[in-house]
């Protein structure tokens, strides 16, 4: 019987978003900028297990659900500053990166003296 052992959980979300078709996230890209929701829920499936890869490795992960939809709701609203379409997961890498380290800036501040 031969056992094989599984890639971790980011490996397969990294495997997933690199063998997406850059044309095709391009095409889903300009589609979502003007407005269709459908491309931006086509986005979201693809590259929410790389995002939520990147910031279990960064914050607890009771957070990191939470902070996906974040990032993908910081990347609808800043859309129409996307330069290159075809950039868009490495873009939205960085907003997740970013995203996390507001995380820890917002918590430090939260512990209150007494």
């Not at 957070?63 to 379409?85: G, H, K, S, W």
Request: charged share 25%; net charge neutral.
């Amino acid at each position: 019987m031969e056992t094989a052992r599984s890639a971790p959980a980011g490996a397969k979300a990294l495997a997933l978003v690199r063998d997406a078709e850059p044309d095709s996230v391009a095409i889903d890209v300009a589609a979502a900028r003007r407005g269709d929701r459908g491309a931006f829920a086509a986005l979201h499936a693809r590259f929410a297990p790389m995002v939520h890869a990147i910031l279990l490795a960064r914050v607890p992960p009771r957070e990191a659900d939470d902070l996906v939809q974040d990032v993908f709701v910081a990347a609808l609203d800043r859309l129409a500053a996307l330069r290159l379409d075809a950039a868009f997961g490495a873009w939205l890498a960085a907003i997740a990166r970013n995203r996390a380290a507001d995380y820890h800036r917002q918590s430090a501040k939260e512990h209150e003296l007494t």
